[in-house]
């Protein structure tokens, strides 16, 4: 099975910046059209929501709109991870974030077609 390793969450301030990394244990082919990693979170007493997602061949994007202008995801084929720059942080954007891996077939959906799951990093975003 795939392995996602997380890393980079942790307690900041508003408005403050945090770098989140996910590195998948096997190597991920790039001419796999349908291939996408992406990044999720769960916050308490809410359901799990898509924050951003990157096909990995063409590096086709989707942010969730709460986090659009202020999120980036990038990735780095050569380390078989994907980074979630996130900056100007809000409280509400403090959750459990989660990095998967699938095809699914829409971006936007992609929360329900995801295969392999992390097992969380959690961000604290303090006022």
């Known amino acids: 099975q795939v392995q996602l390793v997380e890393a980079g969450g942790g307690l900041v301030q508003a408005g403050g910046s945090l770098r989140l990394s996910c590195k998948a244990s096997?190597?991920?082919?790039?001419?796999?059209?349908?291939?996408?990693m992406g990044w999720f979170r769960q916050a308490p007493g809410k359901e799990r929501e898509t924050v951003a997602v990157i096909r990995w061949s063409g590096g086709d994007t989707y942010y969730a709109g709460s986090v659009k202008g202020r999120f980036d995801i990038s990735r780095d084929s050569g380390k078989n991870t994907v980074y979630l720059q996130m900056n100007r942080l809000k409280s509400e954007d403090t959750a459990v974030y989660y990095c998967?891996?699938?095809?699914?077939?829409?971006?936007?959906?992609?929360?329900?077609?995801?295969?392999?799951w992390g097992k969380g990093t959690l961000v604290i975003v303090s006022s």
């Open positions: 998967a891996t699938g095809d699914p077939q829409s971006l936007q959906r992609a929360v329900s077609g995801m295969n392999y």
């Open positions: 096997q190597r991920i082919y790039r001419d796999y059209e349908m291939y996408a």
